[in-house]
């Protein structure tokens, strides 16, 4: 028998890793509340993906939120006079958005309250991952305490939870868990310098990531990439 279904806040970019984390909160019985963050970044062709990924996979409700954080930059993902890497970098990149997922996070918080949900989804990754501190275990066990103090529902006994099924898994295992899945990940962008109509560079280091995953699973690569 199965179980009852549970309504669940997924983080859903528009990249492999949350069309993958998507696939998975579906398949634990969660009814799955999407939500993308256009936040100024030059890849905005990720939200249109992220639309495809949430119609295709049964998303109750996909929601689109802007914050304008190339206003603030410091990145090369919000601002175009930063060149995004072509080649590998040591330490955290120029493509690390100050406090990005402590606002997704906190956006996905809020909607959770709305939405009566108390779990919530994210496709942080420790493995294969870019250097990024905000993809941490520390950093998301910090963020489950603060969402249960700092929430209206935490402080009258609910228990937020959020989960991280990706966070200890390659590149390699995630393609082949989402493979099973059934995730089409023809319908996902990656690149972190996407064209408008989703093409990948092949070159940065989110590129590189996921056409090694393929390549390490076995798996034909779907990622249209841009003409040379």
């Known amino acids: 028998m199965s179980k009852p279904s549970r309504k669940a806040v997924v983080l859903l970019s528009g990249g492999l890793d949350s069309a993958t984390v998507l696939a998975m909160a579906v398949e634990q019985g969660f009814e ?15 939200i249109d993906a992220s639309v495809r990924v949430a119609t ?3 998303s109750v409700r996909h929601q689109v939120m802007r914050v304008n954080l190339d206003e ?14 072509v080649t590998p970098t040591s330490g955290i990149p120029v493509t690390y958005v100050p406090a990005r997922n402590t ?19 994210i496709g942080v990754n420790a493995v294969d991952y870019s250097g990024y501190p905000d993809c941490r275990p520390e950093f998301i066990e910090a963020f489950e ?3 249960n103090v700092a929430t209206k529902a935490g402080v009258e006994g609910a228990r937020f939870r959020i ?6 898994m390659s590149k390699a295992q995630i393609v082949t868990e989402g493979t099973r899945l059934g995730v089409d990940y023809a319908q996902t962008v990656s690149c972190y310098q996407a064209d408008d109509s989703g093409a990948a560079c092949g070159r940065c280091d989110s590129c590189r990531l996921r056409r090694a995953g393929f390549e390490v699973a076995g798996l034909a690569d779907p990622t249209r990439y841009q003409s040379a």
């Open 145 to 147: 305490k603060l969402a």
């Open 56 to 58: 295709s996979m049964g």
């Open 103 to 121: 606002l997704f996070l906190s956006l996905a918080l809020g909607w959770a309250e709305v939405v009566g949900a108390t779990d919530l989804f």
């Open 72 to 85: 603030l930059g410091g990145s090369a993902l919000t601002d175009r006079s930063i060149a995004v890497p």
């Open 163 to 168: 989960h991280t099924p990706l966070i200890a």
């Open 32 to 46: 799955p509340y999407t939500l993308a963050v256009s936040y100024g970044q030059r890849h905005s062709a990720e």
